[in-house]
């Protein structure tokens, strides 16, 4: 079975301090894409940043980066100069390329508070 | 196009009552998926449609849930005869299958159910 793991149900940073949110995911697949989504309260669901397994680069988005372990099954977010409107539930999320579903597998998320 | 669009926004019901909710999908999006989300937890895959045709539907989805996507358009989710461990978020979400793996997808801001 492919699960995804966020072993952090809540973190909390002060504005513009940086901080990582985990994820690992389990998967038998070697081609996949790794995805963090961000739910603001009441609000829709939007992409932040993605990954595609077979690049050793880790992405970066403006202040958003991952750290993509592959060995470790580790996709770690590191949110920089954190913002107020940073706020929110973080979805890691992983799909495998040659998924015809197209099934996105969520974590449980982590939720963020950025203080002022 | 103004994005996913989902409708009603909150929709609280007693028990046994039938509910629909409605989905209108980005419109060069042939891709339709519908996620449920309980409180504090990821989102999970409940069906999904290419076009018109309802290619996968989770274990998840019980006989009392039928989806439907007539002519490839919006979609309707309905759940006959409510539970109250039907109360949860329904997500909508939309993609295009060339681009889906790269882009994820373009979610709606979903229905919330609550069974009373």
């Known amino acids: 079975a492919q699960t995804v793991t966020q072993s952090q149900p809540e973190m909390s940073v002060q504005e513009a301090e940086t901080v990582t949110l985990s994820c690992t995911y389990d998967t038998s697949e070697s081609n996949y894409y790794l995805f963090w989504y961000k739910q603001p309260p009441s609000r829709q669901m939007i992409l932040v940043i993605r990954?595609?397994?077979?690049?050793?680069q880790n992405a970066t988005e403006n202040r958003f980066s991952v750290n993509f372990q592959k060995a470790a099954k580790s996709f770690s977010l590191k949110i920089s100069d954190s913002q107020l409107g940073d706020t929110a539930m973080y979805f890691c999320?992983?799909?495998?390329?040659?998924?015809?579903?197209?099934?996105?597998?969520f974590g449980q998320g982590t939720e963020l508070s950025v203080k002022p | 196009d103004t994005g996913v669009s989902q409708d009603p926004r909150h929709k609280i019901t007693k028990r046994g009552q039938n509910v629909t909710f409605r989905c209108d999908p980005i419109s060069e999006h042939n891709r339709l998926y519908w996620y449920r989300q309980t409180l504090g937890q990821g989102p999970e895959f409940l069906t999904y449609?290419?076009?018109?045709?309802?290619?996968?539907k989770s274990r998840l989805l019980s006989d009392r849930f039928s989806a439907e996507r007539p002519k490839g358009s919006f979609s309707t989710l309905e759940i006959q005869r409510t539970e109250q461990g039907d109360s949860a978020m329904y997500l909508c979400?939309?993609?295009?299958?060339?681009?889906?793996?790269?882009?994820?997808?373009?979610f709606g801001s979903g229905t919330r159910l609550t069974v009373v």
């Open positions: 449609f290419q076009n018109e045709a309802q290619l996968e």
């Open positions: 979400a939309s993609s295009q299958t060339l681009t889906e793996p790269l882009y994820g997808y373009t």
């Open positions: 999320a992983f799909i495998p390329i040659y998924n015809q579903g197209g099934k996105l597998i």
């Open positions: 990954q595609e397994a077979y690049k050793q």
